[in-house]
């Protein structure tokens, strides 16, 4: 608890005012921060017991401001497990943003496509998830002053919240998807075997962060809405080689509708 008072202090210090939505900025959404009315920002090697950004020229920062009529924090670059971080680093900033006040936490990714039904670009709000296949971030003695032991997960990502997301879509004119994103330890895209075993066990989408941070957000008690970006499909039987430039340029391509919903979400949360 030290560690995270001790990041908390320094970030009331440095912005005194209270965040009431937390936002996490995925691959080729970083853009997104220029929505907010920047009042502050606070690079992650500043902050006390933060991890460090080990994506070269890409160091990662809070961004505190107003945004569609509130405050708001944004991450802009997370932490990923694939990065060598532990699963309780990657999580180490949620924690945070919850100490500082923040009521609802909307999480946001790159993801590639299993559902033979989607296409590049698509937006997908995620209903459910499925980690098996990453350490999970409360794996160690349970923090209790954060939640329980055995946390309840019936509802990891809140249904009150999706429910706002689609009737936001439908009066934008958005099509939205909707489904079950498969966590991943990444670096490597699947395999076109993997891709297929994830959609043959229920995913509709796979990725490399969200879910870690997710489960943190449950323990904590703190409402998640999450959207991905579906930059590939990867259960195309043709040629398909999957790139990260690939990935970024479908994320950039799909933003203005991504930024559309996540303005409307902070207003209407
Ligand atoms: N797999 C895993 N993570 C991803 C993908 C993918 O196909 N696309 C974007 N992030």
């Not at 949620?94 to 009521?103: D, E, S, T």
């Not at 409360?138 to 209790?144: A, E, R, V, Y």
């Not at 943190?216 to 409402?223: D, V």
């Not at 040629?239 to 799909?254: D, F, R, W």
Request: proline fraction near 4%; hydrophobic fraction near 40%.
């Amino acid at each position: 608890m030290q560690k995270f008072n001790e990041a908390v202090s320094y970030l009331k210090t440095a912005y005194p005012h209270i965040p009431e939505v937390g936002i996490v900025l995925g691959s080729g959404l970083g853009n997104f921060s220029d929505e907010v009315e920047v009042e502050k920002e606070i690079s992650y090697d500043q902050v006390p017991h933060f991890p460090v950004s080990t994506v070269e020229g890409h160091k990662g920062k809070l961004i505190f401001g107003n945004l569609s009529g509130k405050k708001v924090v944004c991450m802009a670059g997370r932490f990923h497990f694939y990065e060598g971080y532990d699963a309780e680093q990657v999580v180490f900033p949620i924690r945070v943003m919850k100490l500082l006040g923040i009521k609802a936490l909307l999480l946001s990714n790159a993801a590639g496509g299993v559902n033979p039904d989607f296409k590049v670009g698509d937006l997908m709000i995620i209903t459910d998830h499925v980690s098996f296949f990453t350490s999970n971030p409360l794996i160690g003695k349970n923090i209790s002053e954060f939640g329980t032991r055995f946390p309840d997960m019936s509802e990891p990502y809140k249904k009150e919240l999706i429910q706002k997301a689609k009737t936001i879509a439908k009066r934008l004119g958005i099509v939205l998807r909707e489904g079950v994103y498969y966590g991943v330890t990444g670096p490597t895209f699947e395999t076109r075997a993997e891709y297929k075993l994830v959609h043959a066990l229920g995913g509709d989408a796979v990725g490399m962060s969200t879910v870690q941070e997710c489960i943190a957000a449950n323990h904590i008690g703190l409402p998640v809405f999450a959207m991905s970006v579906i930059t590939d499909i990867g259960i195309r039987e043709d040629e398909n080689k999957i790139t990260h430039e690939e990935v970024l340029q479908a994320a950039k391509a799909a933003e203005p509708h991504f930024a559309a919903m996540f303005r409307e979400m902070v207003k209407e949360i």
